[in-house]
């Protein structure tokens, strides 16, 4: 594949936005890895993408190191494993600014977030490998659950105490 690759690993569903990345005018190949619904018609529409199917272990981690640059059209990420996949192989990401993606990248210098898509992957492509691995070694389930239950907010319900402390008003006949 011509380089600079950029891949996509995600389900091939409507809610993954992936024609969005599919549409950006990037030079070298796009790669998308996953399966779903979708994955006809988008073969279809995108002749000149290579999809890789679904990859698990060994396979897909060499899809991820044999990459540039990782991009992620998806509007509706929650948590975004797939980006700490990518950066734990060196991959630098570029992504939308949203949640999920602004939770794992945030200021870290690891990818590049803006609505310009083909902005933040072209930039992207001037990430060094090492700080995106450095990033990825960051996160743990400990410190994935303390940020996850960082942005709950309490939920009380109203109190019915009232209810039951005052005796409710006579509704006979007089």
Known sequence: MPRPVFPCVSRITTEKNLPVFLDLDLPGSKLVVGGGHLLPEMKRRYPNVHFAGIQQGEALVQHYASADVFVL???????GLVLLEALACGLPVAALPVPGPMDV?????????DWD????ALAALNIRREICRSHAERFSWQTSVEQF????????APSIDHIYAEPAPYAGLV
Do not use: K, M, Q
């Open 149 to 156: 239950l960082s942005h709950v907010v309490p939920v009380r």
């Open 117 to 120: 898509l083909r902005a933040a």
């Open 73 to 79: 059209p998806s509007l509706t990420e929650t948590f």
């Open 105 to 113: 990248i945030g200021d870290s210098g690891a990818g590049i977030l």
